[in-house]
């Protein structure tokens, strides 16, 4: 089946240490995004990557890190300087169709730091 | 102003009840658009694209309003099945990427 995997589901962290947050789609699909969502919020997009070795900082890039060396995975650091980083951490890539893109979502990660 | 703005609600409504949500857009170069659901704690998941001549999916009416920026999601014979948040997306031209509304927050009552 064709999809887009995060891993892990919950992942807990000690203030003051990086954690990399993983997503991998086999949708052969060129666009990844990583948003971040709040309590009660939208979804807010972090960084995003429109080709292999090419990224773009979102609206909230401050704090965080991405890579881009395969067409399939583009995972997330979550950095010390990311003041408030406990949030739910979602993964989409997407498609162009006729009208427009589409995108799709991973299952996400639900990060805790204490 | 928000990029994208829909009332967060909540909605309480009967079941078999029918409830209209709209989303209003701020860039009038806005291309595409969609409505996505999402469920408590689970990602968001594509339920429909809005066409400029408006389009049906079973239970689901999407419009959109060019000339108004806005874009109405129509459900009838409201299910239970049906609660959850459903979020309003533009996809500005030019652009590869997509700007989401909050949210508007839906519960069907048995």
């Known amino acids: 089946d064709g999809g887009i995997t995060q891993s892990p589901k919950y992942l807990f962290r000690k203030e003051g240490q990086n954690v990399t947050l993983s997503c991998e789609q086999n949708?052969?699909?060129?666009?990844m995004y990583w948003y971040r969502q709040d309590p009660g919020q939208g979804l807010r997009l972090i960084y995003y990557?429109?080709?292999?070795?090419?990224?773009q900082k979102g609206d909230i890039a401050e704090g965080y890190s991405v890579s881009r060396e395969k067409k399939e995975s583009f995972p997330l650091t979550v950095t010390s300087a990311q003041k408030n980083p406990t949030a739910f951490y979602l993964c989409?890539?997407?498609?162009?169709?006729?009208?427009?893109?589409?995108?799709?979502f991973g299952p996400g990660t639900r990060l805790t730091v204490t | 102003r928000k990029e994208v703005e829909q009332d967060p609600g909540p909605f309480n409504v009967p079941e078999g009840a029918t409830v209209a949500f709209n989303c209003t857009y701020s860039?009038?170069?806005?291309?595409?658009f969609f409505w996505y659901r999402q469920d408590c704690r689970k990602e968001p998941k594509l339920l429909m694209s809005?066409?400029?001549s408006g389009n049906e999916d079973g239970r689901f009416t999407a419009q959109l309003n060019r000339a108004s920026q806005y874009i109405s999601l129509l459900i009838r014979d409201s299910k239970l099945s049906d609660s959850a948040t459903y979020l309003c997306?533009?996809?500005?031209?030019?652009?590869?990427?997509?700007?989401f509304g909050q949210g508007t927050r839906l519960t069907i009552n048995p």
């Open positions: 989409a890539s997407s498609i162009k169709r006729e009208r427009g893109y589409e995108q799709y």
């Open positions: 949708l052969n699909h060129d666009a």
């Open positions: 990557s429109q080709i292999v070795n090419d990224f």
């Open positions: 860039n009038s170069a806005s291309q595409s």
């Open positions: 809005v066409y400029s």
């Open positions: 997306v533009v996809h500005l031209q030019g652009a590869q990427k997509l700007v």
